[in-house]
């Protein structure tokens, strides 16, 4: 039998990445990016000011908030964010489910910042009541930080029931939302938080290179003298923009004008709704045709986020994760490694320029691909 079927690929012929970020982008999006700019050139900031303007409209941030820009990946933004609004005597009650947690332990840590740990199993959400003793009785916590979407598993932590828990305590909340921002609802109208971090490498489908931190501006005002390096300094960064609309140091451009386009494109797509939409119908097409494959997912459907699956490796010999994923990239499909140390398991990613033809494909190549490894069930050692 002969397959003459080409590869999937990107409208730019690139494999499809079903991956957490970097992710495949429009054909436009990267085309954009063709120009030079100065720094000062007055399209570009122009172009700059939207941007930061629009990113805050996302979480209908309106006048008591201000994205403030951060040149690098999203962990920079993070690092910013938590260095600047933590001060120095303060403290942060950081809650891990993943690796993104123990990524901003690990920062207040190097940054002197004083850290209580509430952690849960990959696949389990923060215990609330647990939450809301930590912050009834340690008085020396000022902030809560938390992922929306902790991207080592997909799993969607309560957002909401937090930040409510922090204003019931009087605590300030820290949030990386980085692969949720754009997909899932977040709106300062409703969570009471004074720092979301992102990026523009994930759900708005930009290229990488900035991150940013959308700040309630009263509160930003108070962390002066916070930063405790020069580049990561959020609120000189901040004042510099204000007073002279220039980076304090060379900006992305390619990277921030790319990231406008993107932002046309997710405007054009409806915002929130019709690009969370859009992930979520990838979502389900994916775990439903893995599913009849015989393959587990680690989550319930009531802690799935619609931006990456962590599916359990099946328990065959013949199934070799290696092959697995180079013959899925011969046909096109980039997935991802896994990341817990709950289970054994690998991920794939809902987000980027896919839609639901997308997952079909990387499904029939699925099957393909068992068939030819002469697995007959992916089934994982023991059932989950
Ligand atoms: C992607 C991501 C980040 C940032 O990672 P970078 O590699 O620095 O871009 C931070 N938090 C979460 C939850 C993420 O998914």
Known sequence: ???????????????????????????????????????????????????????????????????????????????????????????????????????AKKICDIAGRKAVVHETAEDTPPDLAAVERILRDDKSITHVFAVMCETTSGILNPIAEIGALAQKHGKRFLVDAMSAFGALELDARKVQFDAVAASSNKCI?????????????????????????????LHDQWRNLEKTKQYRFTPPIHVIVSFHQALEEFLAEGGVAGRGGRYAENCRVLVGGMRDLGFESLLPERLQAPIIVTFHMPADPRFVFQTFYDKLKERGYVIYPGKLTVADSFRIGCIGRLNAEHMRGALAAVRDILAEMGVSSPKPAKAA
């Not at 290179?209 to 501006?217: A, D, M, N, P, S």
């Not at 009263?218 to 990561?232: I, P, R, S, Y």
Request: charged share 20%.
């Open 1 to 103: 039998m002969t397959r003459a079927a080409a590869p999937a690929a990107s409208e730019t012929g690139d494999p499809l990445l079903l991956t957490p970020g970097p992710l495949t982008t429009s054909k436009r999006v990267k085309e954009v990016m063709v120009h030079d700019w100065g720094s000062r050139d007055a399209t570009f900031v122009r172009i700059n000011g939207e941007v930061l303007a629009r990113v805050r409209d996302i979480v209908n941030g309106g006048d008591d908030f201000v994205t403030v820009p951060m040149q690098g990946s999203g962990t920079f933004a993070v690092e910013a964010m938590l260095t600047a609004f933590i001060p120095r005597d303060g403290g942060v009650l950081v809650l891990i489910n993943g690796a993104y947690g123990h990524r």
């Open 205 to 233: 489908e930009g290229v990488p290179g900035l991150g940013f931190v959308i700040c309630r501006k009263a509160a930003l005002e108070k962390t002066a003298g916070n930063a405790t390096t020069l580049v990561l300094d």
